[in-house]
């Protein structure tokens, strides 16, 4: 069977919301199915289908084309970038602010640490997806806010996370 490479694309980008849906349908089938017999795994199964659609759902929303300039590699707490221009290594440890820079084309994940020069990665950048899972163990970090700066349309800068905020608790961002 042949697809289309955009399509392909499309799919392998969703992959984890469709295996979710099947789980989740499979499990329906178990529970309506045969009785009680297979009721509480059918439910469990039901279960972890939506909870697998939910993460594949923000994970799709994060992944880009990954044709952009560079690669990214995240390893044992690391994000590093090698680009053809720039480049950098930063530890999830060390970092201090995670910016979203949009007045680059195209946009730019910008990492700051202390003692070291800024790492920028474009968001489209190969491998730029594994920056989900890095960028979800930041403490305090708001995964759907990440992700509606990163869809939304202006032109400016954005501080996504800061280990120790800049700014009073009170005042406003925008």
């Known amino acids: 069977m042949f697809f289309r490479p955009e399509a392909k694309a499309v799919l392998w980008r969703w992959r984890e ?3 979710g849906v099947g789980l989740a349908l499979f499990g ?3 529970v309506i199915g045969p009785g009680l017999l297979l009721a ?3 439910w469990a199964l039901v279960l972890g289908g939506i909870a697998l659609s939910l993460v594949g759902a923000q ?4 992944r880009g084309a990954g044709d952009g300039l560079g690669a990214v590699q995240v390893d044992e707490g690391q994000i590093a970038y090698f680009g053809p221009l720039t480049g950098g290594v930063v530890a999830l440890a060390a970092l201090e602010r995670l910016s979203l820079d949009r007045t680059a084309s195209p946009a730019h994940w910008r990492l700051d640490a202390p003692e070291q020069a ?3 990665i474009p968001v489209n950048a190969a491998g730029a997806d594994a920056l989900f ?3 979800s163990k930041l403490p305090g970090l708001r995964i759907e806010r990440m992700l509606s700066e990163l869809r939304a349309e202006r032109g400016n800068a954005v501080v996504i996370w800061e280990r120790t905020p800049l700014r009073p608790a009170h005042a406003l961002l925008h």
């Open 17 to 19: 919301v469709f295996v």
């Open 118 to 120: 800024p790492v920028m």
């Open 28 to 30: 329906l089938w178990w």
């Open 40 to 42: 509480l795994p059918g």
């Open 59 to 62: 994970r799709g929303r994060f």
């Open 133 to 135: 899972d890095a960028f």
